[in-house]
Nanobody
C-alpha cells in the first residue's frame, strides 16, 4: 500500500488542523493505521492508532483529549483531527499502515508498521 499524508501547515497555539492520509490499493481496511510525529533532534513517536474498522482507537498521553483519529475505509483515507494545538506539537507527522494485530505493543511502536507516508509538517506558533 502507498500512503500520502497531507493537511499540515502553520497554526497558532490553540488552533486546529486536520491531517489526511490517502492510501492506494483495495486492502486499506485490512491495515491498522497510525500517526507518528518527529520533531527536530527527537525520535519518532507514536501519536494515535486505529483498528481495521475504526472501532478501537489508541492515543499517546500527550495528545489524549485533543487529537482524534478516524478512518473512512470507503475512501481509503485516515484522518487525524488536532485541536487545542500547542507549540510542542510542532513536528513532521507521518501516517503508517500495519499488518499486525491492533491493540498490541506493536500498535504503539514505529517498528510495528510496514508502510509509511512521506510526512507533512505541522508548525504551531506561540
Amino acid at each position: 500500500v502507498q500512503l500520502q499524508a497531507f493537511g499540515g501547515g502553520l497554526v497558532q497555539a490553540g488552533g486546529s488542523l486536520r491531517l489526511s492520509c490517502a492510501a492506494s490499493g483495495r486492502t486499506f481496511s485490512t491495515y491498522v493505521m497510525g500517526w507518528f510525529r518527529q520533531a527536530p533532534g527527537k525520535e519518532r513517536e507514536f501519536v494515535a492508532g486505529i483498528s481495521w474498522s475504526g472501532g478501537n482507537t489508541y492515543y499517546a498521553d500527550s495528545v489524549k483529549g485533543r487529537f482524534t483519529i478516524a478512518r473512512d475505509n470507503a475512501k481509503n483515507t485516515a484522518y487525524l483531527q488536532m485541536n487545542s494545538l500547542k507549540p510542542e506539537d510542532t513536528a513532521v507527522y507521518y501516517c503508517a499502515a500495519s499488518r499486525n494485530l491492533p491493540g498490541t505493543s506493536r500498535t504503539w511502536s514505529a517498528s510495528g508498521y510496514d508502510y509509511w507516508g512521506q510526512g507533512t509538517q505541522v508548525t504551531v506558533s506561540s
